[in-house]
């Protein structure tokens, strides 16, 4: 389980932090934030504002993209400590994403709290902080409008921390249901067995 699970976090981790890892795979690509689509609805009547919008969304993506390699050693620190028990538990379980569920469960806090500094500095540093503000400033002044105040480094953060166990889920469900991903004689040993 352990080797499985280290095969399946080497791909996700290294696949979430290539450029356009987040941005153009659709199971993991963070969107503008689900609060504020009305104000993307509305200033992108505005001249000059799509241009903002749509560099927007692949600002955020390129944020998770910078913090992705942090998930790598939390995620094998939390695999070195899978007691005896919960590893044949999970070789045994019918679910395919068991393990990821497990991982989850022991290191989703921690990851959070190692990406939120990357993920605020990366979105300075790539300028989604700036089109944020600017487009949130533009928006709260127009009348009658809800103000929107989304945390963007929160929002990134769980978005980015989300994608990488929906990568993780998914090379656990190759090497679980396909012969073909178990690339290693202990691999097919025990997962051949089920």
Do not use: C, W
Not at 43 to 63: K, V
Not at 96 to 121: N, V
């Amino acid at each position: 389980m352990k080797e499985a699970l280290n095969k399946g976090i080497l791909k996700a981790v290294e696949f979430a932090s290539e450029p356009d890892g987040f941005n153009t795979n659709d199971d993991i690509h963070i969107p503008f934030p689900e609060d504020a689509i009305l104000m993307k609805t509305t200033l992108s009547r505005f001249p000059g504002m799509n241009t903002l919008i749509g560099t927007f969304e692949t600002q955020l993506n390129r944020a998770a993209e910078a913090a992705a390699p942090k998930a790598k050693d939390i995620f094998l620190n939390a695999l070195a400590n899978i007691s005896i028990t919960d590893a044949l538990t999970l070789v045994t379980s019918s679910s395919t994403d068991a393990a990821t569920q497990f991982l989850r469960k022991s290191t989703e806090a921690q990851l959070i709290a190692a990406f939120q500094p990357d993920i605020s500095a990366a979105i300075d540093q790539v300028g989604a902080g700036k089109a944020y503000a600017k487009m949130t400033s533009q928006y709260n002044r127009i009348p009658l409008m809800t103000p929107v105040q989304t945390d963007l480094t929160a929002y990134t953060t769980q978005k980015a921390v989300d994608g990488l166990f929906i990568l993780l889920a998914k090379e656990e469900g190759k090497i679980r249901k396909n012969p073909a991903a178990r690339t290693t004689d202990l691999l097919r040993q025990v997962f051949g067995r089920k």
